[in-house]
């Protein structure tokens, strides 16, 4: 058991080109909404919000935002950074075939919620938690995920409906899968390449 959850951790992957458009059934669905939902937040309150999204012409709609958007970030690059992220894709929003938008609301569990008087951003690190959970869970489940970071929160939230005070924090692609790569893309094409643990580790102080 212990080892099925680390090969789980291992196996993860920010998935693109990999997506093969089959509906995701509603009870694995379900079962990965709810692993996320069972995610830990400060003061319990939970402040997390999930969008499905499957209509053709507002994935289109992200997808064309987000091709934008990366072509103004491509347009800052020179040279080998250029070349490197020109080979670098972001399909599966509409390959996908499902997007879940996840939203941080901040009113959520009142206007005192424990442990966030002194860290504001706790709830906004419940979300990502949620997330998380997310994500492994549809791995064990054998789909892929992909996380979109090319948008700007203010149309996203507006494509969805989100009301003002719910911040967009993702746009997950989520479907099935041929595979996933053993290699994640960023360091298969020469972007970044994994640390080791020992270059973030410290004891007791910082550099330690």
């Not at 970030?73 to 938008?101: H, P």
């Not at 997330?131 to 996380?147: C, D, F, Y």
Request: with cysteine; hydrophobic share 40%.
């Amino acid at each position: 058991m212990t080892d099925g959850f680390y090969d789980v951790v291992n196996r993860r992957r920010d998935t693109r080109r990999e997506f093969t458009g089959a509906p995701v059934p509603d009870d694995v669905l379900e079962r990965v909404l709810l692993a996320a939902h069972a995610a830990p937040s400060v003061g319990m309150s939970q402040p997390w919000d999930f969008v499905l999204v499957r209509a053709p012409q507002t994935l289109r709609a992200f997808r064309d935002h987000v091709a934008a958007e990366r072509e103004r970030f491509a347009a800052e690059l020179t040279g080998e950074r250029a070349e490197t992220f020109a080979r670098i894709k972001v399909e599966g929003i509409c390959e996908s075939g499902l997007g879940i938008v996840v939203g941080y609301d901040p009113t959520r569990g009142g206007p005192q919620v424990l442990g966030r008087h002194a860290i504001p951003d706790a709830g906004l690190y419940s979300v990502v938690c949620a997330i998380q959970n997310l994500w492994l869970a549809a791995t064990a489940e054998g789909l892929g995920v992909g996380w979109v970071s090319f948008y700007r929160k203010d149309f996203l939230r507006t494509l969805v409906g989100m009301p003002e005070q719910v911040r967009p924090v993702a746009w997950l692609c989520v479907g099935a899968v041929t595979d996933l790569p053993d290699v994640p893309d960023l360091e298969r094409f020469g972007w970044r390449a994994r640390s080791s643990l020992e270059t973030v580790l410290h004891t007791e102080r910082y550099g330690g």
